[in-house]
């Protein structure tokens, strides 16, 4: 088996191999290091928002967590003690860039090309690369005119030194509102150029007390347990994020009267008040972001950006902000074809011109035509309420029985039946027409088109009984010839 990618989920699939006894399988990792999006994102500030104890493998739990909320340094220390505990180090191929996937439908086999040459043949496939792995500069006229230190979220750049500088924050997300209030007391000035402001919950956090560890260790059922407190209560927020309910309006309120305590302001508020329902973009947790914003050097831009220029913004109300360094929180490039690199299956069909209209998948992970290959977050397996990794363990699982099936049937292929998966999709478009994400508002889960090709409609219990069962009659199998 070939695994692209070595972040948490083709580490995982790596270890649910090992698990099942399964040693014949090779990682290929772009990098020089493991971590996926936790060794890429190391800005200041950069932390989950999901409590780590519900944000780590249930099958290697961590009790040493040093706080609620983990920064991103101490979860790449998670991942690196995966790699060394469960002995996977010997399967990864670091600078190992795959430029396309070719399946050779005869032998059953398929071929991973290399940047720079090179080829890596097996039976079976895990797509692991992860959806936000290319960071995205936007498309502002005068991005490249600009002179002074441009510095993207994810491509953080920690020999520059930002002390006496006028700087800029585009972008107001996840990775935006983490930033701004690291930044706030080193600069002379923060400029945050906000286009939509999201809802902004409190974070619960706090540093994990000594002997909360030492119980972890004696007691792992104590742990276990908090996990489970963790899980059920992000399931509940289900309820409020996904669907438009009474629970919905609770949330609002709170992340209103979060607002009203934290900005006197009534501009402001009006300014970092959305227009659109909690849940429909990504929730964002803080307690340090509005305070930042009202700090004596920090100001809010809320004008649209006309275009850069060499020293600075100009704002579409004629102001010109006269910069040194511009920090690009804009997200990341989702490539609007699914994949990173070209997919080629059976009879030479080609996955990225199939998912033009919006990428589609059977339960998320096989896509028809293309047998034998598993994708790990792939169509609509993205969760908006609970720990993105509670749904890979479901995936792993499951791929692991694909992986299983070929091996123990002797099979050269397992594809999904075009009719299985059509069904599939016809069900899960219905019920996300229903959904807070499909309510207006412009996020990175929709297409431009507004096709959700991202979320996973439901609870994450749902998620894991759809991905419980692994359906033979779901699947045609061609048999290798003895
Ligand atoms: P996001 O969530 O995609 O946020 C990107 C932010 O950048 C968002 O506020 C955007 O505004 C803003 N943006 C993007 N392009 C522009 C332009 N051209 N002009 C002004 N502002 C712009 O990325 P993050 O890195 O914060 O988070 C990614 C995920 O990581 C997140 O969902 C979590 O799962 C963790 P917009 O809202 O589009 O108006």
Redesign the pocket.
């Known amino acids: 088996m070939l695994i692209v990618g070595a972040g948490f989920a083709g580490l995982g699939m790596a270890i649910r191999l090992k698990k099942a006894g399964i040693e014949d399988f090779v990682i290929l990792e772009r990098g020089d290091r493991v971590g996926g999006t936790w060794r890429d994102n190391t800005y200041p500030g950069a932390a989950c ?1 999901i409590p780590s104890n519900l944000y780590s493998f249930s099958f290697a739990p961590n009790p040493n967590w040093s706080r609620s909320y983990s920064e991103s340094a101490e979860i790449l220390d998670y991942i690196e003690y995966l790699v060394a505990a469960f002995g996977l180090k010997q399967h990864i191929r670091f600078n190992h860039n795959v430029s396309g996937l070719e399946f050779d439908e005869k032998q059953g086999l398929w071929t991973a090309r290399l940047d720079g040459g090179g080829t890596v043949r097996a039976r079976s496939a895990v797509m692991a690369q992860g959806p ?1 792995s290319n960071a995205s500069l ?3 006229e005068g991005v490249a005119a600009f002179r002074g230190k441009k510095i993207h ?2 491509r953080w750049d920690h020999d520059y030194d930002f002390t006496g500088k006028r700087v800029a924050v ?7 509102i983490q930033i701004v209030p690291e930044l706030v007391d080193r600069v002379a000035r923060l400029k945050v ?4 402001p ?1 809802w902004v919950i409190p974070r619960p956090d706090f540093h994990t007390p000594g002997w909360n560890k030492a119980l972890f260790r004696a007691v792992p059922a104590s742990q276990k347990a908090l996990r489970e407190a963790l899980f059920w209560t992000h399931e509940t927020m289900a309820m409020a994020v996904i669907w438009n309910s009474p629970l919905t309006r609770l949330a609002e309120g709170l992340a209103r009267r979060h607002l009203h305590r934290q900005v006197r302001d009534d501009w402001m508020r009006r300014q970092l008040t959305p227009d659109f329902r909690i849940g429909c ?2 929730v964002l947790v803080s307690n340090d972001y509005y305070p930042a914003l009202q700090k004596d050097n920090a100001q809010l831009i809320t004008w649209p ?1 006309a275009r850069l220029s060499e020293n600075g913004i100009r704002t579409a109300d004629g102001v010109e902000h006269e910069l040194d360094c511009v920090v690009f ?4 490039d989702v490539p609007k074809s699914g994949t990173p690199f070209p997919v080629r299956g059976r009879g030479g069909r080609e996955l990225g011109a199939e998912w033009a209209g919006g990428a589609q998948a059977y339960k998320s992970i096989n896509v028809a035509g293309y047998p034998n290959l598993f994708f790990l977050f792939g169509p609509n397996s993205g969760p908006g309420h609970n720990s993105a990794l509670v749904y890979m363990e479901a995936q792993l699982d499951y791929a692991l029985r694909g992986v299983q099936r070929l091996m123990d049937d002797n099979l050269k292929l397992l594809d999904v039946k075009p009719a299985v998966q059509a069904r599939h999709n016809k069900q899960l478009q219905k019920r996300l027409a229903r959904t807070n994400w499909n309510s207006g508002c ?3 889960y929709l297409t431009e088109d507004g096709f959700n090709a991202t979320m996973f409609p439901g609870f994450a219990t749902q998620y894991r009984a759809q991905m419980a069962t692994f359906e033979d009659g779901d699947y045609e199998r061609v048999a290798l010839k003895a």
């Not at 585009?170 to 935006?176: D, F, V």
């Open positions: 928002d936000l936007p498309d502002i979220s994810a585009i972008g107001t997300g996840a990775s935006g150029f906000q286009r939509t999201a973009k990504r950006i929180a804009t997200g990341f412009k996020s990175w």
